[in-house]
């Protein structure tokens, strides 16, 4: 009868506050085959009866309709509770996607960070140097083979007037050479042509 007493409280209520949500809502159909929780309470409600007994008055549910309404409510907690979990589920994979940007947001983040470093220094030797200080070390360099470059053209150029002046004086040499033998060679052809005619002479005077 407690069991009874309490669910008959339970509809009072419900069916209490169906009416005020009804005055301000369109009628809904009442049933146990669809419809929300609270109005198949109220069709329990207008579907009981009333009885009276020592001088207490009660409402008559009809066994099937109870049933019926178990039914349904336990189908609703179990919906519910397949809905929470799928509701965990997705908070669970947002939660882990959530983490996932987060240590992509802080990677970007370092590597923003090592970025800038970068953009501010040069690597010079493996080593990350200030940009003015890679700057006055790599003008120094270039300086510097500038200079040696400039030292080499001038040890070429002397070397290649050298050289041209040697093939100079060794042209005029063989040139002078050359004339020397020339005429060591007439001075003998015409000594051998002197010779041949006091021979001739000579034998001539015989």
């Known amino acids: 009868m407690k069991m009874y007493r309490l669910l008959f409280i339970v509809m009072a209520l419900l069916s ?14 009442l049933s146990l085959d669809g ?8 069709y329990i409600t207008v579907k009981s009866g009333p009885w009276r007994a020592d001088g207490v008055r009660y409402r008559v549910v009809k066994e099937a309709n109870l049933d ?15 809905r929470a979990t799928q509701l965990h589920s997705t908070i669970a994979g947002h939660e882990e996607t959530i983490g996932s940007l987060n240590q992509q947001l802080e990677e970007t983040t ?11 220094s040069m690597s010079f030797l493996g080593l990350l ?16 083979l ?28 063989e040139k002078e050479y050359e004339d020397h033998r020339r005429r060591a060679l007439e001075r003998e052809q015409k000594i051998s ?8 002479k000579y034998k001539k005077s015989k």
């Open 16 to 29: 209490f506050n169906i009416n005020l949500a009804q005055e301000d809502d369109e009628e809904v159909v």
């Open 35 to 42: 419809g929300p929780i609270s109005s198949q309470f109220e």
């Open 68 to 82: 019926k309404l178990r039914q349904n409510v336990l189908d609703s907690i179990n919906e519910f509770s397949k």
């Open 110 to 120: 370092n590597n923003l960070a090592s970025v800038t470093e970068e953009k501010d």
């Open 129 to 144: 140097i200030e940009k003015s200080t890679y700057n006055v070390i790599l003008w120094t360099i270039i300086g510097s």
């Open 146 to 173: 500038l200079l040696l470059l400039l030292f080499f053209i001038y040890k070429f150029r002397n070397s290649n007037i050298l050289t041209q002046e040697a093939k100079q004086s060794l042209s005029e040499v």
């Open 193 to 200: 042509r002197q010779l041949q005619d006091e021979i001739n």
